[in-house]
């Protein structure tokens, strides 16, 4: 596709359940980024993918959170054992480098 | 670890009047980007400054890139009511950071 896709839109799942975000950047994107959002809240970085540099995991929030990216391409974020405070949207976003970045539309967890 | 940080929170202006938020970060920036939100959506790009000292301008949009490469600020003039959201700076170091964001709400 031309932009980045996110999916599921949507995931309402109970406390203490396992959670995948999926993410697919611009075809050729070499760097892939993860955001979370809370309402009416900024951007907090969770995770930053280089090409086949090691990731930078250091806005990951606990160890209940993990991200790869198979083949540079398709990532997924889990969040294991889910808790009320990890209700926000998760926003995916790839560039080309340095430059200009490109946002999914978001996945929006709501854990109850 | 590198920070952004953006001020103000929160601006609310009548329609007409002009807008600024400004962005500074602990560390050197390669460049720095700017992003609006709209409510319900996705941040989307507006403009990426990249050299010391660089003013870049997009219709009522001045986007300007401090000498250091530190600090960075957007100004609207004579503001719209198409112009509210979210503004985000994202400051480029060794990834890509983006500020806390300025709210901007718009009286008619």
């Known amino acids: 596709g031309a932009g980045v896709s996110q999916s599921p839109s949507n995931k309402v799942t109970e406390k203490g359940k396992d959670v995948e975000l999926r993410c697919d950047p611009i075809?050729?994107?070499?760097?892939l980024y993860w955001y979370r959002q809370s309402l009416g809240q900024g951007l907090e970085f969770l995770i930053y993918?280089?090409?086949?540099?090691?990731?930078?995991k250091s806005g990951l929030p606990s160890d209940r959170f993990s991200a790869e990216r198979t083949g540079g391409s398709v990532s997924t974020l889990t969040i294991q054992r889910t808790q009320q405070e990890d209700s926000a949207v998760y926003l995916c976003?790839?560039?080309?480098?340095?430059?200009?970045?490109?946002f999914g539309p978001g996945t929006r967890l709501t854990v109850t | 670890g590198q920070q952004v940080m953006q001020i103000p929170q929160y601006q609310h202006v009548q329609e007409g009047e002009d807008f600024t938020t400004y962005c500074n970060s602990s560390?050197?920036?390669?460049?720095i980007q700017w992003y609006k939100q709209r409510p319900g959506g996705h941040p989307v790009f507006l403009i990426q400054?990249?050299?010391?000292?660089e003013v870049k301008k997009q219709k009522r949009l001045t986007f300007q890139f401090g000498e250091a490469k530190k600090n960075s600020s957007l100004h609207i003039t004579a503001t719209q009511t198409t112009d509210v959201g979210t503004y985000f700076c994202?400051?480029?170091?060794?990834?890509?950071?983006f500020g806390a964001g300025t709210i901007l709400r718009v009286k008619s």
């Open positions: 976003a790839s560039s080309l480098g340095e430059s200009r970045t490109y």
């Open positions: 400054l990249v050299k010391s000292g």
């Open positions: 993918f280089q090409g086949n540099s090691a990731p930078d």
């Open positions: 994202a400051g480029y170091g060794n990834k890509l950071v």
């Open positions: 560390t050197t920036l390669s460049n």
């Open positions: 075809s050729g994107h070499t760097a």
